[in-house]
């Protein structure tokens, strides 16, 4: 299924343009187009449309407002030094979101129209992808229950939306984050929605959010339901862990256990890291690990991972257990390797010997 396009009429001309890409931030600016595509019960998807970018109308009575049955995905395509453009692992987005709509009930994308919606909007847009290492196009799939009605039920009716916006770092990478560790609030327990990527799990963290910066912490890191000690994740972001330095250190990350998500980026460090030489090791990290293993100097760099972060670096956790440092509480050097690295094979800087990347134009 080819996605139609229609060009915008009020597109943004390109001195502009090229204004806002020299600042992008994040979500500042969001490009000329966006590509939308139904689905019904009865009729499958429609043909995709892609098409100026604009507000959208919905009925109030939309099922998304009433019962929260949303996904997104958060993606990035890259320029490189010959001026092309590529994807990082997009097929691994499109599995994703394909999961995710499963656990909230709403229509699984063919991932071939995924990445046909991807690319399309991508090559129209081809002016909005930074050229800066550490900058890039952010990519914004979602998809939401459209049905009117108030009957507690999966909708028939969903729609699928797919939006850009060029982005800088997330983080300054050149200074380490402080955490908080909530133990009064949980992302996630056994059987729920932790692995999906959707709205409601961010909605839910929000107020544990605002705690931590009550106490003049940067992002929240969540801990087990059930046992209430066991590391899973940073905000909306993947930990890692390093025992030890040089070359004979390992990186470490919180296992999955059906409550974290499944990172795109955490899976690539397992293998950049393990690239670099480093043993790498999924396992479970305790509260109690985390403080000894600083204070003791085993554990010697934390960082976490996501799309739009990529790696940032953690120093110091508070907690009501008491306050440490990781190191000098300023970003290691495995961090930093580990992140000019994976920006390295983003960026086509480095051999991409993992054929991650996905040239588009």
């Not at 909530?182 to 544990?208: D, F, H, I, P």
């Amino acid at each position: 299924m080819s996605v139609n396009i229609t060009p915008s009429k009020n597109a943004v001309g390109e001195s502009a343009r090229a204004e806002k890409v020299a600042a992008p931030g994040f979500g500042k600016y969001y490009t000329d187009h966006m590509v939308v595509a139904e689905w019904t019960q009865e009729g499958g998807w429609s043909q995709a449309e892609l098409t100026a970018y604009a507000p959208i109308t919905l009925d109030p009575a939309a099922m998304v407002f009433h019962y929260g049955q949303e996904i997104f995905e958060g993606m990035k395509a890259y320029r490189q030094p010959d001026g092309s453009i590529a994807l990082f692992r997009p097929e691994a987005n499109a599995a994703r979101f394909a999961r995710s709509a499963a656990r909230m009930a709403l229509p699984e994308m063919p991932v071939d129209l995924f990445l046909e919606t991807v690319d399309a909007l991508v090559k129209q847009d081809a002016g909005w992808v930074p050229a800066k290492i550490g900058e890039s196009l952010y990519i914004r799939p979602f998809m939401f229950a459209t049905e009117v009605g108030l009957g507690v039920r999966p909708s028939n009716r969903a729609q699928y939306m797919l939006i850009a916006t060029p982005a800088a770092a997330y983080f300054n990478p050149e200074n380490a984050v402080t955490v908080w560790i909530s133990t009064e609030y949980v992302r996630a327990a056994q059987g729920g929605t932790g692995e999906a990527k959707c709205g409601g799990n961010y909605a839910a963290s929000l107020v544990a959010q605002k705690a931590a910066a009550l106490e003049g912490c940067d992002q929240v890191v969540w801990i087990d339901a059930k046992e209430r000690k066991w590391v899973e994740e940073m905000g909306g972001m993947n930990l890692y862990f390093i025992k030890g330095s040089g070359a004979d250190a390992t990186v470490m990350t919180p296992r999955l256990t059906g409550t974290l998500l499944p990172g795109i980026t955490r899976d690539s460090i397992l293998s950049v890291a393990a690239d670099l030489g480093y043993k790498v090791e999924e396992t479970m990290i305790s509260i109690d690990d985390w403080r000894d293993g600083v204070q003791s100097g085993l554990i010697t760099e934390i960082f976490a991972c996501g799309t739009a972060a990529v790696v940032s670096p953690v120093g110091t956790a508070k907690s009501a257990m008491g306050t440490w440092v990781t190191g000098d509480g300023t970003p290691g050097p495995i961090t930093m390797q580990i992140r000019n690295t994976l920006l390295g094979i983003q960026h086509g800087t480095i051999s991409d010997q993992h054929h991650w990347m996905k040239k588009v134009l």
